[in-house]
């Protein structure tokens, strides 16, 4: 099978195989939930979909693969069938490989519920998606498989006219093979446009099949997501695209099924707290670990600005400021906290208690931001310590 890419007025980012990411929290089930656009559902084909006999026009059932969550919500139950609609259709010649387009229609939940939607194909695969990603108005096409291996995507063209998208595949559909989805493909839905959904249980915290959208926590993924250079745009709580590429990115290279989602999984490895009671960021234990030893040798550095050793002795003929030694004790009392905070993140057993003592450790930082002010430091102890700071942005709550 070969997916290429064309072109089409409704966009967002995607092609053939996952999906991505949340948005709105609910109080309780039975509230309403909205799965935002841009959001990634996995499904698997119900029937084969071959170009030798597909005709545009035609339906056809997805099933999906595992539940789906908002926050603390299953809205979607495993079992669920979402409807595709093939738009595009033309088997093989010697000469051109055959092409499907298909589009995404409805969802139809376990307990028979239909809900329309608009979505369309994209993928899980790294490649494909930068590929799709390369024009935000990309139609997503399933064409023929060349030498029998994989799914492949290319950009062809803004044209709404079949026989445009055809010459825009080029050389892509020389190998003159028929679509053949067997079924039991599994495929990626992305959402285009939101979708409101009921409540239907609590999720367990963390659960892989979440889609965390509340804003605290997405703010929070940003953080973690910029500090191990995947983001650069704006902390803004948001789950826009280039969250959602960053997120795609951090999760392939993780090893993780890559759908742009902040799911339970992804929350987790970034740090982000996902318990329902206490809301909060936490940082990931490298991080906390980086702070730990940053902070340590912040009070070496002082100490030999000091000019005090290792036992507390003080240089006896220097004039001392009352701001001098605030900022050595508020300095290492921080980098003792920095130490037990690690403790408490890498031990991982009560997400609240990780919480409260991020919001501990802040408290602790605020301090030597105070004692810093008045006391008589290098710049460059200033400028490392600024450095610090900017690691403990995702506990920050009074940015």
């Given amino acids: 099978m070969h997916i290429q890419v064309a072109d089409r007025r409704r966009s967002s980012w995607g092609a053939v195989l996952a999906l991505s990411i949340g948005l709105a929290a609910p109080a309780a089930a039975q ?56 738009t595009v259709a033309r088997p093989a010649t010697r000469q051109q490989s055959g092409v499907i ?36 108005n990309a139609r997503v096409v399933l064409v023929g498989e060349r030498g029998g291996i994989g799914a492949a995507i290319a950009g062809a063209g803004r044209s709404q006219s079949p026989n445009n998208i055809f010459a825009a595949l080029g050389s892509l559909l020389s190998e003159g093979r028929d ?13 285009e446009q939101p979708v409101s959904l009921r409540g239907r249980g609590r999720i367990r915290a963390g659960d892989a099949n979440t889609i965390y959208t509340a804003a605290e926590r997405v703010r929070a993924a940003q953080t973690a997501l910029a500090q191990r250079k995947y983001y650069s745009g704006s902390i803004n709580g948001q789950l826009d695209d280039a969250t959602r590429r960053a997120l795609f ?59 005090s050793t290792g036992v507390g002795r003080l240089n ?5 400021s009352q701001g001098d030694l605030e900022a050595w004790f508020a300095l290492s009392a921080f980098a ?9 993140v890498r031990g991982g057993d009560n997400a609240n208690a990780t919480v409260l003592a991020g919001r501990a450790l802040m408290g602790a930082a605020r301090r030597v931001d105070g004692a810093l002010q008045s006391a008589r430091v290098s710049s460059s102890l ?3 310590w600024t450095t610090l700071r900017r690691q403990l942005s995702a506990l920050d709550t009074q940015n």
Avoid: H, W
């Avoid at 679509?179 to 959402?191: K, M």
């Fill in 31 to 86: 509230s309403r939930l909205v799965l935002p656009a841009g959001s990634v559902i996995l499904v698997r084909t119900t029937a084969p979909l071959q170009s030798a006999s597909a005709q545009s026009g035609q339906t056809f059932e997805t099933t999906v693969e595992q539940s789906v969550g908002v926050d603390e919500y299953t809205i979607i139950p495993e079992g669920s069938r979402i409807r595709g609609q093939i």
């Fill in 101 to 136: 387009e298909v589009v995404f229609d409805r969802i139809v939940l376990s307990d028979g519920t239909s809900v329309p939607i608009t979505g369309k194909l994209t993928s899980t695969d790294s490649a494909e998606r930068r590929q799709i990603e390369r024009d935000p």
């Fill in 179 to 191: 679509v053949n989805v067997p079924a039991g493909t599994p495929l990626a839905v992305e959402i």
């Fill in 249 to 307: 990115q951090f999760q392939a290279d993780a090893g993780f099924r890559a759908t742009g989602n902040l799911d339970g999984r992804t929350a987790r490895a970034l740090g982000v707290n996902v318990a329902g009671g206490l809301g909060g960021a936490a940082l990931s234990a490298d991080v906390a670990s980086t702070v730990r030893r940053d902070a340590q040798s912040l009070v070496s550095r002082l100490r030999a600005e000091l000019g």
């Fill in 316 to 320: 006896p003929s220097r004039n001392y």
């Fill in 336 to 344: 003792d906290n920095a130490s037990l905070y690690e403790q408490v």
């Fill in 382 to 384: 200033q400028s490392a």
